[in-house]
C-alpha cells in the first residue's frame, strides 16, 4: 500500500498542545489510512488523551493541522474548519467512544433514545424507522431487544460501554476515537468487548484511534503503534514489532512492566 | 396617577424593553436577553409579560388579561388592576374589543387581527433546559441549528406512552430556524401561533423575551409516522355547547361528577349571550359568587 494507490483518510501534520508552560502533546505527525487501526500507549499524563482530543476537534490545538478526507469535499483541515462542519463531522464520519460510558450516554434517556439520538441530530424523523435501527444495533452489540425502553443506569458497565459503541456507530462512521475503551471493566467482559470491537472494525471498515495504556488491547485490536511519553511520541511501528522488539528505552520499560500471568 | 410613572416602568427602562423586542421581531424565536426588573410581584406570576405589556402601552390601548383563558382569575385580575392604577388605561374583558392583551397558558379562541398585541408569561423559555442543563451549551445548540436532542425527547415520549405525551408547552420551529418554547399553552393551541397579531414573549425571571412577528411560519415538531396532534377533551362545552374550543375539566361534588366548560371565558360568555346553550345551561356556583 503506497500512499500513490490510496489516499489516507487521517492526516496528522505537526499537532501541538500545551497548557500554560506545560507540554500536552508536542509536534504529533502521522497518517492513519482507511480500515487502519491505530493504537496510541503511554503512561498516565504522556498526553494521549490530550492528542485524541485534539484529533476529535474536543480541544483546539496551538499548533499542527488534522487533514481528513470528508466525502464531499476531499481534504479537509478539520482544525480550521467552522464550527457546525465539525459537529456535524463529529455525528456523521467520526465517532468518540469515551473511557466512561456515563460521559458518551445520556443517563436519563433510554438506550433507544441514546441510539436514535445521531440519526435524529442527522435528520431522521420516522419513529418506526430510527426504533428499528436501534434494535438492530443493539443486537450487534448484543443487548437483547427488550432492553431497549430501560434507562443505561439500569445496565452493567459492561453492557453500558457496548449501549455507547452501538450510539457511535449507528450513523455508519468511518473513524472511531476510542479512550480507553475497556478501561474499569472486569477482564472477561474486556475480553468479550474486544471480541465485539474487532468483529465491527473488520467487518464496517472502520479506522480508528485507540487510546490506552492497555497493551493487550492495542495487540488484539491495532495495527500500528505509537508510543508516547511526556507528550513526544518516541516510537511507532507495526504493533507486533514494537511490541516484541521494542527500541527506545521507555518502550523497553512499558513491555518489560506487563505483569505475565 | 402622579406617584407612578406611565404604566409603572421608568422611560428609559422601557426603551431597553423595546430594543429587545424589536430585535426579538427581527430574528423570530430567538430569546433575546434583557435586563429584567424587579416588579411589584414574585417571579412566576407573570413580570416578563407585565414589562412587556408596560412597555409596548400608550395611554389610547384597550388592556385585557387572562389567566389559563379565564378573566376573572386571581392573576388576571391582579395585573389588570395593576395597570388600572399605574397606566390609567382602560380594560375589557372582551378579545375584540382589547388591543393589548396579556396572556398566561392560553391563545384566545377568537382570531386575533393586525392591530392586537398578545404578551405571553413565560416560565422557561429554554425549550432544550430539561435535555440540556447548561445555558453555554443551549445556546451554542441555537446558534449552530444543532437540535437533534428535541425529538430525542418526543422519541422517548411515544417509547414510554406509545404517543407523543407533551401536552404543553410544545416546542416549535420558527421559520425553519429556531426552536421555541410557546410557553406553556396547551398543544391545542398552538396551529393559532401562525396569527394576524404581534407575539411577545417575556421570561421575567430567566430575563429573556422573543417574539413572534404576524403570519410567521411556526411548525409543531413530529414525527413522520407520528404526527403532530392538537388535542383537547373530547365533549362540548357544558355551558355554551361549542365543540371546537379548548375545555377546562371541573370535578362539581364529592361523587366526582365532571364537567367540561371553554377555559376562554369571554369566548363561552359571548357564545351564551348569543343563546347558544349546552348540557348544563347554569353556570356552576363557583361561577356565580364572582
Known sequence: MTPDEVRPLLKVEGLSKSYGGRVGCAAVSFDLYPGEVMGIVGESGSGKSTLLNCLAGHLPPDAGAVMFDTRADGMRDTVTMSEPERRMLGRTDWAFVHQHARDGLRMNVSAGGNVGERLMAVGARHYGDIRGQAIDWLGRVEIAADRIDDRPHQFSGGMQQRLQIARNLVTGPRLVFMDEPTGGLDVSVQARLLDLMRGLVREMGLSAVIVTHDLAVVRLLAHRLMVMKDGYVVETGLTDQVLDDPQHAYTQLLVSSVLQV | ?290
Open chain 2, 1 to 290: 396617577m402622579s406617584d407612578y410613572n406611565f404604566a409603572y416602568l421608568d422611560e428609559q427602562t422601557k426603551r431597553m424593553i423595546r430594543r429587545a423586542i424589536l430585535k426579538g421581531l427581527a430574528i423570530p424565536g430567538y430569546q433575546v436577553p434583557f435586563a429584567s426588573r424587579e416588579m411589584p410581584m414574585p417571579y412566576g406570576w407573570g413580570t416578563g409579560g407585565v414589562q412587556l405589556s408596560a412597555a409596548v402601552m400608550t395611554g389610547d390601548d384597550i388592556f385585557k388579561v387572562i389567566d389559563q383563558g379565564a378573566d376573572d382569575t386571581t392573576n388576571a385580575v391582579s395585573i389588570r388592576r395593576f395597570f388600572e392604577r399605574t397606566a390609567g388605561v382602560a380594560t375589557t374583558q372582551a378579545t375584540r374589543e382589547a388591543t393589548v392583551i396579556q396572556t398566561r397558558h392560553r391563545i384566545p379562541e377568537a382570531a386575533l387581527s393586525e392591530d392586537q398585541i398578545l404578551v405571553y408569561q413565560v416560565p422557561i423559555p429554554e425549550p432544550l433546559r430539561f435535555l440540556e442543563p447548561s445555558e453555554v451549551e443551549t445556546r451554542k445548540m441555537h446558534a449552530l441549528e444543532d437540535y437533534g436532542l428535541m425529538h430525542v425527547k418526543l422519541y422517548e415520549d411515544i417509547s414510554a406512552h406509545g404517543a407523543i405525551s407533551t401536552a404543553y408547552a410544545y416546542p416549535v420551529r420558527v421559520e425553519g430556524r429556531y426552536v421555541m418554547d410557546p410557553s406553556p399553552i396547551p398543544k391545542f393551541d398552538n396551529p393559532k401561533l401562525s396569527m394576524a397579531a404581534i407575539q411577545l414573549f417575556g421570561a421575567g425571571r430567566e430575563q429573556r423575551i422573543y417574539a413572534l412577528p404576524p403570519y410567521t411560519d411556526v411548525v409543531s415538531l413530529d414525527f413522520e409516522d407520528h404526527p403532530f396532534e392538537a388535542s383537547k377533551a373530547d365533549h362540548p362545552c357544558a355551558l355554551c355547547g361549542a365543540s371546537d374550543s379548548y375545555l377546562d375539566e371541573l370535578i362539581v361534588d364529592d361523587a366526582g361528577t365532571r364537567m367540561f366548560m371553554c377555559s376562554d371565558t369571554d369566548y363561552c360568555g359571548t357564545r351564551r349571550a348569543k343563546g347558544h346553550v349546552g348540557t348544563a345551561p347554569t353556570p356552576p356556583r363557583q361561577e356565580e359568587t364572582t
